[in-house]
C-alpha cells in the first residue's frame, strides 16, 4: 500500500497555529499528527482539548492523536469530541489496555497502540486482533527533535512479520527523527505512516518536506 505521512503539530508555530494547519492543509500530508503530554508519563507538558478542538476548526485532515498520558481511559470520550480521527495510547500507560482499545473502537475512533523504546513487539502478540496501527517510538517519548534510535528497524521488522503472519490489518507508525534521509528505509522494513516534526516544520519548505516524504520510493 501506499504510505501515509502524518506531519507533529509538535513542532509547529504555536503563535501562529492556523497558518500552520492551513499549511498542513495544502499539503500532501494525510494526517495532522497531535501529541498530548501530560507531565507525568513524560517529563513534558504540551496541550489539551482546547487546543486540539480549535485545531479541529480549522484542519482539513484526519486529527491523529497520541497520548503520551497515564490512565487514558479517563478521557476517551473528550479526545473524541475535540475531534480525534486515530488515538494511541501507550502500551506501558495500560493496564487494561483490551479493554482500553475495545472503547477507543466503540467510540468510532481508530485504535492504536504505542511502544516505547525498550518496551519488545512481542508484548503485542495477544492484542493485534483489536487494534488498527501499532506506533513504534524511534525515541523516547516527551521531546521534539531528537535523535532516531538505530534499532528501531530490527523491531519494525519483526513487528511486520507478525502483523503479516497473522493476516491482521494493522499499520505500523514510526515518531520520533523522521526525516527524508531515514524514511525510505523504514518504508522498505514495513513502515505504513511516517510521523515527522522538525523535520517538516524546520525546514525551509514544509510543503516541498511533506512532499518528498511522500514520494520517497
Ligand atoms: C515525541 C512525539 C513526536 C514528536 C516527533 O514524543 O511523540 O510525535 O513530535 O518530533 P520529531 O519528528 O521532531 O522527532
Ligand atoms: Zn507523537
Avoid at 64 to 71: K, R
Avoid at 177 to 196: F, H, P, Q, R
Wanted: negative net charge; hydrophobic residues 45%; glycine residues 6%.
Amino acid at each position: 500500500m501506499e504510505h501515509l505521512v502524518s506531519p507533529s503539530l509538535l513542532a509547529a508555530d504555536f503563535a501562529n497555529l492556523e497558518r500552520e494547519v492551513t499549511m498542513i492543509n495544502r499539503s500532501d500530508a494525510d494526517w495532522l499528527h497531535i501529541d498530548v503530554m501530560d507531565g507525568v508519563f513524560v517529563p513534558n507538558i504540551s496541550f489539551g482539548f482546547p487546543v486540539i478542538k480549535a485545531v479541529k476548526k480549522v484542519s482539513s485532515k484526519p486529527l491523529d492523536v497520541h497520548l503520551m498520558i497515564v490512565d487514558p481511559d479517563r478521557y476517551l470520550t473528550q479526545f473524541r469530541e475535540a475531534g480525534a480521527n486515530n488515538l494511541t495510547v501507550q502500551y506501558e500507560a495500560c493496564t487494561h489496555l483490551n479493554r482500553t482499545v475495545t472503547e477507543i473502537r466503540n467510540l468510532e475512533m481508530k485504535a492504536g497502540v504505542a511502544l516505547n523504546p525498550h518496551t519488545p513487539v512481542m508484548l503485542l502478540k495477544n492484542i493485534l486482533p483489536y487494534i488498527d496501527m501499532v506506533l513504534i517510538m524511534t525515541v523516547n517519548p516527551g521531546f521534539g527533535g531528537q535523535l532516531f534510535i538505530k534499532e528501531s528497524y530490527s523491531k519494525i521488522i519483526e513487528l511486520r512479520k507478525m502483523i503479516d503472519a497473522g493476516g491482521y490489518n494493522v499499520l505500523i507508525e514510526v515518531d520520533g527523527g523522521i526525516d527524508t534521509a531515514n524514511a525510505s528505509k523504514l518504508i522498505e522494513s514495513g513502515v505504513n505512516v511516517l510521523v515527522a516534526g522538525n523535520s517538516v516544520f524546520g525546514s525551509a519548505d514544509p510543503v516541498g518536506t511533506i512532499r518528498k516524504l511522500k514520494n520517497l520510493i
